[in-house]
């Protein structure tokens, strides 16, 4: 099947750094790739959609200067938590929209959690 | 709209005995329903997927769920589990009316006594 991993599966900096988690997909091109956000013991949310070659759609009340999206490639997302703070602390994922003939479905990362201390 | 509702957080049973996760779902059009398991410290996994052709799906390790349109169900079946089946489940509804996003549910947890 698909592989989408991501970089680095774990990060702690310190209040107010900026951090930059890598989304790739593996044996297969993405035009759409999602950012999915978990709290402990809580379901994933979606954060926002990234189309390659354009700019992110947000979700309701995700603030699109905080967390920067940046999809360059075809294989490669980028979400950058900027100025983090420890409310930011969370599990991140990413996933990739792949087609299967005329199904669609995501592939996703092993996720990064991230630690703001 | 979409929305999905696991109706059991937990789930515990014992090994070789049925798996029954129940999930309900919300749609305004035909949704694509999914069930994903997630193990500790690993991404998520595709165990099955329904998009409007036969009603009950077959997925992998042997689990199933079949869709019922007039309960608005998808809940998802397994005849006998094992010790590696326990994880977090979620099920997972999307539409093209909300550009086939992915809408979560809870999630349920599994747990497998030997």
């Known amino acids: 099947g698909a592989v989408v991993s991501q970089h680095p599966s774990w990060v702690i900096c310190k209040s107010g750094t900026s951090v930059k988690i890598e989304c790739r997909s593996l044996?297969?091109?993405?035009?759409?790739m999602f950012w999915y956000r978990q709290f402990p013991k809580q379901s994933l949310m979606l954060m926002a959609t990234?189309?390659?070659?354009?700019?992110?759609?947000?979700e309701q009340g995700v603030e699109k200067d905080k967390f920067l999206i940046n999809h360059a490639s075809l294989t490669l997302s980028t979400l950058t938590v900027t100025s983090a703070h420890p409310e930011d602390s969370s599990f991140y994922i990413c996933?990739?929209?792949?087609?299967?003939?005329?199904?669609?479905?995501?592939?996703f990362g092993p996720g990064t959690r991230l630690l703001v201390l | 709209a979409q929305s999905v509702t696991q109706l059991d957080s937990h789930v515990s049973v014992s090994e070789g005995t049925p798996v029954l996760l129940r999930c309900n779902y919300s749609?305004?059009?035909?949704?694509?329903l999914f069930w994903y398991v997630q193990h500790p410290n690993k991404g998520l996994q595709l165990l099955l997927k329904?998009?409007?052709?036969?009603?009950l799906v077959k997925g992998i390790n042997g689990f199933e769920a079949e869709f019922k349109k007039s309960e608005t169900s998808f809940h998802l079946t397994k005849p006998s589990a094992h010790m590696s089946d326990a994880a977090e489940y979620f099920c997972?509804?999307?539409?093209?009316?909300?550009?086939?996003?992915?809408?979560f549910g809870s999630g349920t947890k599994l747990n497998v006594k030997p």
């Open positions: 996933s990739a929209r792949a087609y299967s003939g005329s199904l669609e479905t995501q592939y």
């Open positions: 044996d297969f091109q993405a035009t759409t």
């Open positions: 990234s189309n390659e070659g354009s700019k992110a759609t947000y």
């Open positions: 749609s305004s059009y035909s949704p694509s």
């Open positions: 329904y998009t409007s052709a036969a009603t």
């Open positions: 997972v509804v999307s539409g093209p009316d909300n550009f086939n996003k992915f809408y």
